[in-house]
């Protein structure tokens, strides 16, 4: 600690400056984190056209209720996301 004070306030901050950080590890994580994230968002987006699919294919009662179960989603998801397709199929 007093090597710290007997370099002064500027000339630490200099040295800390000059400092390299090897920051390839956090890089390699961060790409790894983004291609995990791109692979999450495509699959959801699988999973939401697969169940919009089913629900469009029958009008079987307790349909809403097995995706709730196969996918983990409530009721109130499964309609919301079968309401967001259904917008966007009349936008077309």
Do not use: P
Request: glycine residues 4%; without cysteine.
């Amino acid at each position: 600690m007093a090597n710290v004070k007997s370099l002064g306030l500027s000339a630490l901050l200099i040295a800390w400056h000059h400092v390299r950080m090897d920051t390839t590890a956090l890089e390699a994580a961060a790409k790894r984190y983004q291609k995990a994230q791109a692979a999450l968002d495509k699959a959801r987006a699988e999973l939401q056209a697969e169940a919009v699919a089913v629900l469009r294919s029958t009008d079987e009662r307790g349909t809403q209720a097995r995706i709730a179960r196969i996918t983990g989603w409530t009721r109130e998801q499964i309609r919301q996301i079968k309401l967001k397709a259904d917008a966007a199929d009349a936008a077309e």
